[in-house]
């Protein structure tokens, strides 16, 4: 109930500081209140867009497939056997074409619910491993995470976008404009994405641990999540995702462009250090894992 509340709280910032920066906008214009009700408008589209059309949006991102039981029977087989584990409804399967390891679910529920993967994924790991993974996405699920990870990508997309807009419209803003408005969309520009970053790690850094314990309850392995975790970052380190966004990188099991290498990095990550990831993992199962 709790997270839920944070979670309602975080969008509704996301959706403030959208209104705020069309308000600035507005006010370069002499029109702040037009530009305050675009940005109050824009944020219930994009809100609505979002949960009906979320998991459509993530998909075409990166030009993912949904595959037939018949394209990857195998891929369909190590679903439905997890979705049943887990007690929802078996997720519609998606494959892309990415030398980066990774996976993502998406939808707004779990009847609306896909799970998608990469190629670099398949070729990676073995199925135990595999299953982990899954797991991980299935816990998204069933823990109703995967609508909230789409929203906030959505609008920290349209945040970011926006800033960066307001920033070319300084040129074309009004000489009667006082410098306040000016120097407050200077800022809004600048600080606008670091807002929408922050909102992010907010909502994705627990969630991610919460999701490899549920994961690691649904598969029955912890030390199956924790070594496809391990492969996983030097894969995608080795194999960093270049058509990934930054407003979405947190949808994906593992940072897509690579673990970061430095505390200060890891602190603007949009994952948990994947080595407390596995820590906890192999707390659950009793042992470490060796290396």
């Known amino acids: 109930m709790l997270e839920n509340l944070k979670t309602v709280i975080l969008l509704g910032f996301m959706s403030a500081i959208l209104i705020i920066i069309f308000g600035f906008i507005g006010s370069l214009f002499n029109i702040r209140g037009l530009g305050i009700m675009i940005g109050l408008l824009l944020a219930i589209v994009m809100n609505f867009v979002s949960y009906f059309y979320s998991d459509k949006i993530a998909l075409s991102s990166y030009n993912a497939k949904i595959v037939s039981e018949q394209e990857s029977p195998n891929l369909h087989r190590i679903v439905g056997d997890l979705a049943n584990q887990a007690g929802i409804t078996k997720p519609r399967v998606a494959i892309i074409q990415s030398n980066d390891p990774n996976a993502f679910a998406t939808g707004r529920n779990q009847n609306h619910a896909v799970v998608a993967v990469t190629t670099g994924i398949l070729q990676l790991l073995n199925e135990e491993e595999l299953r982990g993974v899954i797991s991980h996405e299935m816990g998204h699920i069933r823990n109703k995470d995967i609508l909230i990870s789409s929203v906030a990508a959505t609008i920290a997309g349209m945040i970011v976008a926006i800033a960066n807009f307001s920033r070319y419209a300084l040129i074309f803003a009004n000489n009667d404009n006082g410098m306040m408005d000016i120097v407050g969309s200077i800022l809004l520009a600048i600080l ?19 999701a490899d314990a549920t994961g690691a309850e649904i598969c029955g392995n912890p030390l199956a999540l924790a070594s496809a975790l391990r492969k996983l970052e030097f894969g995608t380190t080795k194999y960093p995702m270049k058509e990934a966004k930054s407003t979405d990188a947190h949808m994906f099991i593992i940072n897509p462009f690579g673990n970061a290498s430095s505390k200060l990095k890891n602190l603007f990550s949009t994952h948990p250090e994947t080595s407390e990831r596995i820590r906890r993992l192999e707390e659950m199962a009793g042992k470490p894992l060796s290396n």
């Open 192 to 210: 606008g994405p670091v807002a929408a970053t922050v909102i992010q790690l907010a909502i994705s850094r627990s969630r991610e641990f919460k």
